[in-house]
């Protein structure tokens, strides 16, 4: 089975921004990616508003964390916009990034994070199960806007899961 239902992801992609109260500090998420044909993407998210996912082809670390730079700058010229935090995985490819973003004007909010390691909350095995479980009570609570994404819907719903020592694995 799949972690996250696919009925609450499209629950959220069917609503509009206009249905919502749009408040919070912004959170960038980047998923980076080596250079060859995978995609870097990086997911902005302010309160229960997830714009359109950036997605990256064949550029590097420095590259990349200068688009974020740029998004990020843009992101702040809205009302009430201000920065929480730039979560960047740490786990591959995303440690030239890291490392670019943490010489850079938004360096005090780069958060680096190693999904797989162990958690010891006696419910996740590892950070990234704790990050899914955190994503679909997310979605559960409901009232979250996400872009009609057919590809995103089907990377969200396809993760799956298992059990290791009685917690939550996602490997």
């Known amino acids: 089975d799949a972690f996250i239902a696919g009925d609450k992801v499209q629950e959220a992609m069917s609503r509009g921004p206009g249905e919502i109260e749009v408040n919070g500090p912004w959170v960038v998420a980047i998923d980076a990616a080596h250079y060859g044909d995978d995609e870097s993407v990086v997911h902005f998210r302010r309160g229960r508003l997830n714009l359109p996912q950036k997605t990256y082809r064949k550029i590097d670390g420095p590259e990349l964390a200068a688009r974020v730079e740029d998004e990020i700058g843009y992101l702040l010229l809205l009302p009430g916009s201000i920065l929480s935090a730039i979560v960047i995985e740490l786990d591959g490819p995303g440690v ?76």
């Open 96 to 171: 030239s990034c890291y490392d670019t973003l943490k010489r850079g004007k938004y360096k005090d909010f780069v958060v680096g994070v190693h999904t797989g390691s162990r958690e010891k909350d006696n419910k996740n095995y590892n950070l990234r199960a704790k990050m899914w479980r955190n994503a679909n009570e997310y979605l559960e609570e409901g009232g979250v806007v996400m872009p009609n994404d057919p590809e995103l819907k089907s990377q969200l719903c396809s993760v799956k899961y298992r059990y290791k020592d009685g917690l939550l694995l996602l490997s």
